[in-house]
């Protein structure tokens, strides 16, 4: 899901999407955790894993806040010692995707409609058993709650999802340690 339209007033809670690139330490993800929960801001997703940098893990955090709650929660995810780069890709053109595995049942009379049902939604079969299916999907959030919907009436008898992963476009490779940026000071401010 991609929000490119700015024209949604800034008060208005929308899902944000902000990568975050920590130390691959124990008790980051806790760090971070606890912050959202001490200025209670609800996670709606959080998804962690290794990066191709040794020593470094990305973080993709999904909320549902406003553009000024926005700013805060990248203010206070720099604070914290082991993060060393936050980007919210809300507006910036990226790549975003959940997985879902669903255990479907699916014995000999309903099998072809549920592997038909898999292959307009592009998903692919990863078990098989005499009663049931094992569905591996992935992609954007509404297409899996599609998929979700379509299977329902044939019984999912287990689902389990991921959170969401993102990666901005292009040619470009995030910097882990931005540039150091001083501050402007007024001169009339310094006594």
Not at 104 to 129: G, K, S
Not at 147 to 155: D, H, R
Request: glycine fraction near 4%; charge should be neutral.
């Amino acid at each position: 899901m991609v929000y490119n339209n700015r024209s949604i007033p800034p008060e208005t809670p929308i899902e944000r999407t902000f990568v975050t690139y920590v130390e691959d330490k124990p008790g980051v993800l806790n760090r971070v955790a606890s912050l959202f929960r001490r200025r209670n801001f609800n996670i709606e997703s959080l998804t962690v894993g290794h990066t191709d940098q040794p020593g470094v893990s990305c973080m993709t955090i999904v909320t549902n806040v406003d553009e000024y709650t926005a700013r805060r929660i990248e203010a206070c995810l720099y604070k914290l010692v082991n993060v060393l780069r936050v980007e919210e890709v809300t507006y910036v053109p990226s790549v975003m995707r959940d997985l879902a595995l669903i255990k479907v049942r699916a014995d000999t009379e309903t099998r072809t409609q549920v592997l038909q049902i898999c292959d307009v939604f592009r998903a692919r079969v990863v078990d098989v058993t005499q009663d049931s299916l094992i569905i591996e999907s992935t992609g954007a959030e509404d297409k899996i709650d599609g998929l979700v919907k379509v299977l329902n009436p044939f019984g999912i008898i287990e689902l389990v999802r991921t959170g969401r992963v993102a990666m901005t476009r292009g040619p470009e490779r995030p910097t882990i340690h931005p540039e150091f940026v001083h501050a402007r000071v007024p001169e009339n401010a310094i006594a």
